[in-house]
């Protein structure tokens, strides 16, 4: 096997691996809590901007692991992406747009999951 080839299958190998840790209940569990809970005043420039949308990107993403974990009914991880949408207004508006990209996301995915 030529060095390219075998460079290609390690960085297969590791990508596969980051996407199984990611559907992971409790890192799932995480990144939802990025998406749903609004930051502290003072919390870091990341946890206020880069970790919800980067969150969100995750939990967006046609990776079919993360998809069907997060749409397993006996984990209900999707209830707190719904419930930030059924709160009274005003909605925290970055938050419900993170939110929002993710659930279009899990019915464009798997519809009749979802």
């Known amino acids: 096997m030529s060095r390219g080839h075998e460079a290609c299958r390690s960085e297969l190998s590791t990508a596969a691996s980051r996407r199984a840790s990611c559907a992971q209940p409790e890192t799932l569990a995480k990144l939802i809590s990025y998406v749903v809970e609004m930051p502290a ?10 970790y919800p949308f980067v969150a969100s990107e995750v939990l967006a993403s046609d990776v079919p692991s993360v998809r069907d ?19 009274p207004p005003p909605l925290p508006t970055v938050l419900a747009g993170y939110c929002s990209k993710v659930i279009v996301a899990l019915y464009k995915g798997n519809s009749e999951q979802f």
């Open 41 to 50: 005043d003072d919390d870091t420039h990341n946890r206020q901007f880069k």
């Open 69 to 87: 974990a997060l749409l397993a009914p006996e984990r209900a991880l999707v209830q707190p992406l719904l419930a930030l949408l059924s709160q």
